[in-house]
């Protein structure tokens, strides 16, 4: 569907991961000839210009990274409180930018699940707004919950532990941390206070979106009932990047090695590569290190090992023998499509979750951060490579991508049929 040209305010904060669907997003919506920009950090302005986008920063470059060294420091609670004071503290300057940017009549605005500057913006200017869910942790479900915590309810733990964890979440965490903030930036608007924020006001949107496919999270009963899942998002751009020159001759040297990532916005790592590295020596396979961090990985390597500051998973990934990574939904997408098996160790946010749909699938192992010491990871890394069972199931998920992916153009339909007629009564 090829609609009028409109303007396309996109709203995105944190890693990698959480951006760079925005930015495909934001890539497709121009190609069909809307008018794109996106509020992100500075920190990913020459990624955006790249993709032909309209950038405007929002925060600091310093901030984001001193925001991710903080984080990596911190157990996952403690990682999230920072993460949403964050963007409690960047919400208005992100609305006042994005407000400053509409176009009466021809404005519609994309955000994310926990930057709230999209949603407000639709109830104080009537703009019509599509909300976009990256994984499905996060939806408050009592007949499959999502695990948020390494230990957390399931989906036969007894209905009175449910309601105890949910309202515990709710009171102690989610309270304090997302509605205080919020409904004291409500107040300023003018706006009445919300008090089921996850349970129900983050999916109350004119267009609600989950970029990740049915086969993934199969969705519940008890999820929003208009919610639109369109698939992995990718842009298809990583496939034909090239490598680095010299990961590119270290791949060729040799037979296909492990690659570790910690994520793009992890920092303070030392420990994880050091057991990796020692890993690689017990399990005898050679490892790619990816960090881009100064000083996570320090001393010289041996011949069997390289680090590179990134590497475009879209072209790495499938010349892997195995992948070691954090759980963040981005990584975990890519390391499907490619088919390879996947060695999770998960830190906080939707990693968990994720670490658990992977495995349960039987594409990949797990371990907890404590567990990750160079014995115990070369074991699991041998039996991933070995393991034709876990190789099998990890080239039947693959065969799922097989088709040309129709994700971002299936979110581009949904945005272009449901909100662009709204212009025209709101």
Not at 19 to 45: I, S, Y
Request: a neutral charge; one cysteine or more.
């Amino acid at each position: 569907m090829t609609a009028a040209p409109i303007r396309v305010l996109i709203a995105t904060a944190g890693s990698h991961g959480d951006v760079l669907p925005f930015v495909a997003l934001g890539q497709a919506l121009a190609a069909r000839g809307h008018e794109v920009l996106l509020f992100a950090n500075p920190h990913f302005q020459r990624m955006v210009e790249q993709a032909g986008l309209r950038f405007v920063g929002i925060g600091t470059q310093a901030g984001h990274h001193a925001l991710f060294r903080a984080t990596a420091a911190a157990n996952s609670t403690r990682a999230f409180e920072l993460v949403a004071q964050e963007l409690a503290q960047l919400g208005p300057a992100y609305y006042q930018a994005m407000q400053a940017e509409l176009r009466p009549g021809r404005t519609i605005c994309i955000g994310n699940s926990l930057l709230f500057a999209a949603r407000l913006l639709g109830e104080t200017d009537r703009v019509p707004c599509a909300t976009v869910h990256l994984a499905p942790s996060v939806f408050q479900s009592d007949l499959a919950p999502s695990r948020l915590a390494p230990r957390w309810i399931k989906a036969n733990s007894p209905a009175l532990l449910k309601r105890l964890a949910w309202w515990s979440l709710d009171r102690f965490f989610y309270a304090p941390h997302f509605a205080a903030p919020l409904n004291r930036w409500r107040a300023e608007l003018g706006l009445a206070p919300q008090r089921q924020i996850f349970r129900a006001w983050i999916h109350q949107s004119d267009l609600l979106l989950a970029l990740f496919p049915a086969w993934f999270a199969e969705p519940q009963l008890d999820w929003p009932a208009d919610l639109v899942l369109t698939g992995f998002p990718f842009d298809d751009l990583g496939e034909h990047a090239q490598l680095p020159p010299a990961l590119e001759a270290f791949l060729v040297a040799g037979p296909a090695p492990v690659a570790f990532s910690p994520g793009t916005a992890s920092a303070g790592n030392q420990a994880f590569f050091q057991a990796s590295i020692e890993a690689c020596r017990l399990a005898g396979v050679r490892g790619v290190l990816l960090s881009h961090f100064p000083g996570q990985v320090s001393g010289e390597l041996p011949p069997e090992l390289i680090q590179v500051d990134y590497a475009p998973f879209a072209a790495l990934l499938p010349r892997l023998a195995a992948f070691v990574h954090h759980g963040g939904i981005g990584s975990t997408a890519q390391a499907l499509r490619a088919g390879v098996p996947q060695l999770i160790c998960p830190a906080a946010y939707d990693q968990f979750d994720n670490a658990q749909r992977a495995t349960r699938a039987g594409l990949a192992l797990e371990l907890q951060l404590k567990q990750y010491k160079a014995p115990v990871v070369a074991a699991a890394l041998r039996q991933l490579v070995s393991d034709a069972g876990i190789q099998a199931q990890c080239r039947q998920a693959a065969a799922r991508f097989e088709a040309p992916n129709q994700a971002i153009a299936i979110a581009c339909d949904q945005i272009e049929r449901r909100l662009l007629p709204m212009l025209t009564t709101k």
